[in-house]
Nanobody, 115 residues
Framework: QVQVVESGGGFAQPGGSLRLSCVASGTDSIYNYYWYREVPGKGRDFVALVARHGVTNYADAVLGRFTISGDFSKNTAYLQMNSLKSEDTAVYYC??????????WGQGTQVTVSP
């Protein structure tokens, strides 16, 4: 059974930084890591992607401020969030894409950006 666990959320002031972690267990065949975020009533939005072969992609709203990285040998991905804004406040979810098994989501971690 594949399990995905996020951590690292919390409170930050505008302009501050947080680093989220995503750890997957139960598989050694992860293709991609994704980060999404969700604000109540607004749906879940794509934030960033890192593929096993190194390609990354970002939503326009976070480009230049967030950095995604992946250590596929450790089944771990990170989202470094700098220059945080109040509009970054959301629950952040990690999704892993596993060969032959599909997508698996974590339970989410809350990020709150407030003065």
């Amino acid at each position: 059974q594949v399990q995905v666990v996020e951590s690292g959320g919390g409170f930050a002031q505008p302009g501050g930084s947080l680093r989220l972690s995503c750890v997957a267990s139960g598989t050694d065949s992860i293709y991609n890591y994704y980060w999404y975020r969700e604000v109540p009533g607004k749906g879940r939005d794509f934030v960033a992607l890192v593929a096993r072969h190194g390609v990354t992609n970002y939503a326009d709203a976070v480009l230049g401020r967030f950095t995604i990285s992946g250590d596929f040998s450790k089944n771990t991905a990170y989202l470094q969030m700098n220059s945080l804004k109040s509009e970054d406040t959301a629950v952040y979810y990690c999704k892993v894409v596993v060969h032959a098994l599909g997508d698996f989501w974590g339970q989410g971690t809350q990020v709150t950006v407030s003065p």
